[in-house]
Nanobody
C-alpha cells in the first residue's frame, strides 16, 4: 500500500522557519522524483519545489528561491522541505508528491497534506 505521510506543519510567525517531512512507503522511493506542492484557500495547487530521484538536481518556484530548500534521504525514504523567512502568503496546505514516468506512463502518488500557517 502506497503511503506518503507529511508532517511538520503548524503555526509560525512571519520570518520564522519550518521543516516539513514526507515519509514514503509502499513503492521504490529512490526511483521517483519528489515534489512539494501547496494550495492556499481559493487558489489552485502550485508546485513549490522538486528534486530528482537521486537528489542531484532541484528546482524551485521563483518566489521560493533562496528561502526554501528541498532535500531527500533515500535511505530513510523521506523528502524534506526546509522553509525559512516565511511570509503570510506562504500560508497553505503543503502536499508531498511522488512522480515517475516510464515508457510514456506516469505514476504519481499524493500525500494528505499538512497545514502551514504564517501569522503573527
Amino acid at each position: 500500500q502506497v503511503q506518503l505521510v507529511e508532517s511538520g506543519g503548524g503555526l509560525v510567525q512571519p520570518g520564522g522557519s519550518l521543516r516539513l517531512s514526507c515519509a514514503a512507503s509502499g513503492f521504490t522511493f529512490s526511483s521517483y522524483a519528489m515534489n512539494w506542492y501547496r494550495q492556499a484557500p481559493g487558489k489552485e495547487r502550485e508546485l513549490v519545489a522538486a528534486i530528482s530521484s537521486a537528489g542531484r538536481s532541484t528546482m524551485y518556484e521563483d518566489s521560493m528561491k533562496g528561502r526554501f530548500t528541498i532535500s531527500r534521504d533515500n535511505a530513510k525514504n523521506t523528502v524534506y522541505l526546509q522553509m525559512d523567512s516565511l511570509k503570510p502568503e506562504d500560508t497553505a496546505v503543503y502536499y508531498c508528491n511522488a512522480k515517475r514516468q516510464v515508457l510514456g506512463n506516469i505514476y504519481e502518488f499524493w500525500g494528505q497534506g499538512t497545514q502551514v500557517t504564517v501569522s503573527s
